[in-house]
């Protein structure tokens, strides 16, 4: 007789997906007023999201279609061996998505003064080699080219604490720099009591002046005390309607100076509002960042910038500068407290942005989408508008369009820890991917009370085969809610790609003492039970997962593995013959 086919390790890796990755967030509403601050858009929590293929896990019958088999279709039976238990085939677990995005990545580090020579030769001395000999020779020469004119901004307070950094570069031989608002934005430039200015040589200036600060593309342009710059230029005549390749120059404390190949592409979307994706292998890129042609000129900005690793920033062409340039012939800077002049209202003031709340709350997305995308002209850089448009956007199925708002989002206010909860979910598809398990992390810093949100990240994980990491997560939920049943089916799966079979078992007991319907965790403690070779036990399992989902096949089929095991023939050949008539069964 061939061993029997319910071994653990062929179902174990499939048990995880089907349950859990259609959970996303409880339809929860704990807001009894309307929008006054970011934390009334927070306490609207997930309730707007109500994704079709989203529902959240609860300890209820399953209806058909939920109910149905998470695990892969056995072989066809070997009737020359045994006509009546065909044996499973193991599967794994899937590997997870990966970008082929063409990229060249240069870190060079910020020179010491002695480096310097060797960093800027002289004109009749020869090149010296590359620093990494593996870059790309012509990015090397591009970043030297490029190094006095791109610059690190810092804003300070009066008692020296860092208010805000971002990067720029020099657009004018007087010292004037362009940069993102982000670096001094209104709502706290009251309290910048000093701007500096690093260069990619290691020069340092101050911020004296503003010649202009746009609230809408985010432009901003500062006058330094710095004199005969060297500056970049501008190609205003950059077309972005296809996908095309640029580069994206950026200036850390960490890497100094570096330079990633990218795409970029126009977002003429209803939600895009005119912004460019960048997109590449890493993120180097900052607020107020160049991103270059292939001549190693200037068409346009990082505006806003998601903290991932597979990422997708979001930039603003450079036209919108030229008209600052001819300015600055015939003006004069303005002095740096009118940056606070710029400030507007929040958007949670406006009676439009009051009205759309109400309309996703009282599910009518489609009218409250579409006032809130009218909003986005006001309010382009709000990023309460953003995840609050992200939520319409899920509420039509639109995942997409909705991940991108909350990219967005969370760029401008990496803080708000729905629109990080949001952003992972609208990419869940039941394999386990580095973007989504990111963006929980994220979440789980801002949401460190809610319970799904830990779910999510232990069941990414779990797919991930962290499973130390997805333990941690797991008992986080307990921690929360400890009769919270998924966390405990979670918590068995965990257990048994360890190796722990005996706490599996604990757990997935616990599941179904706290949740009686749970089908998968009656199937998983068949499996369970049976290599402990219990099969009156593992026969009881499976006999209420049958009883629950009559159209389960491989249940039926287990059973009738543990039934013949037990010598009880007739009740084995009776499940057996239950399995042959389903469709599943049937169509192999």
């Not at 020069?203 to 809408?216: E, F, K, Y």
């Amino acid at each position: 007789m061939r061993r029997e086919a319910e071994t653990l390790t062929e179902d174990c890796n499939k048990c995880v997906t089907d349950r859990v990755s259609a959970c996303a967030v409880e339809l929860v509403c704990e807001s009894t007023c309307i929008m006054r601050s970011r934390a009334a858009l927070i306490s609207l929590r997930a309730a707007l999201l109500c994704l079709p293929q989203v529902s959240a896990i609860c300890a209820r019958p399953l209806s058909e279609e939920d109910a149905k088999s998470p695990f892969p279709p056995a072989s066809a039976p070997d009737e020359a061996k045994n006509p009546l238990w065909p044996a499973l085939e193991p599967k794994g677990v899937p590997s997870a998505d990966a970008m082929a995005v063409p990229r060249v990545t240069l870190s060079l580090p910020k020179p010491t003064t002695e480096e310097l020579q060797s960093l800027i030769p002289d004109a009749g001395s020869p090149t010296p080699p590359p620093p990494d000999a593996a870059s790309d020779p012509a990015q090397v020469e591009r970043a030297r080219a490029i190094a006095a004119s791109v610059v690190e901004l810092r804003s300070w307070d009066a008692f020296g604490n860092e208010l805000a950094r971002g990067c720029g570069f020099f657009i004018g031989e007087n010292g004037a720099v362009l940069t993102d608002i982000s670096v001094v934005r209104p709502d706290f430039a009251q309290g910048i009591e000093y701007v500096t200015v690093t260069t990619g040589l290691g020069q340092s200036h101050r911020i004296t002046g503003v010649w202009a600060q746009n609230a809408d593309t985010g432009f901003t342009v500062l006058q330094s005390d710095a004199t005969d710059t060297p500056l970049l230029i501008v190609n205003p005549g950059f077309g972005f309607t296809k996908e095309k390749p640029i580069s994206i120059v950026a200036l850390h404390d960490e890497l100094g100076l570096t330079i990633a190949d990218a795409w970029a592409q126009a977002d003429d979307s209803a939600p895009g509002a005119g912004w460019l994706n960048l997109r590449g292998e890493d993120s180097p890129g900052e607020p107020g960042s160049p991103v270059l042609d292939a001549d190693g000129r200037v068409v346009a900005l990082v505006s806003m910038r998601v903290p991932q690793g597979k990422w997708m920033n979001f930039g603003i062409r450079i036209d919108a500068v030229t008209e600052v340039l001819g300015r600055m012939r015939k003006e004069k800077p303005q002095p740096l407290s009118t940056l606070a002049s710029a400030r507007r209202a929040p958007v949670q003031q406006d009676s439009r942005f009051i009205e759309a709340f109400r309309g996703l709350y009282e599910a009518r997305p489609r009218q409250a989408t579409g006032q809130l995308l009218k909003l986005l002209k006001p309010y382009p850089r709000s990023a309460e508008l953003w995840a609050l448009l992200g939520l319409g956007y899920a509420q039509l199925g639109a995942r997409e369009e909705a991940a991108n708002c909350n990219r967005k989002a969370v760029a401008l206010d990496p803080t708000i820890g729905q629109a990080w909860l949001d952003l992972a979910v609208n990419q869940l598809d039941g394999q386990a991917k580095t973007a989504v398990r990111e963006a929980l992390e994220k979440a789980v810093v801002e949401r460190p009370g809610d319970r799904l949100t830990w779910l999510l990240l232990g069941e990414q994980q779990l797919l991930a085969k962290q499973f130390a990491e997805a333990e941690r997560s797991l008992l986080e939920v307990i921690k929360i809610e400890s009769d919270f049943s998924p966390a405990s089916y979670l918590l068995a799966n965990v257990k048994a790609q360890q190796g722990d079979y005996l706490a599996a078992l604990n757990a997935a007991e616990r599941c179904v003492r706290l949740s009686p319907k749970h089908e998968q965790a009656w199937f998983f403690l068949g499996l369970l039970y049976s290599r402990q070779g219990r099969p009156a036990d593992a026969a009881r399992a499976y006999g209420n997962v049958v009883e629950i989902n009559p159209a389960h096949p491989n249940a039926w089929r287990n059973l009738a593995l543990v039934q013949r095991k037990r010598g009880r023939m007739s009740e084995a050949q009776l499940a057996f013959q239950r399995h042959q008539r389903l469709p599943v069964a049937a169509a192999r």
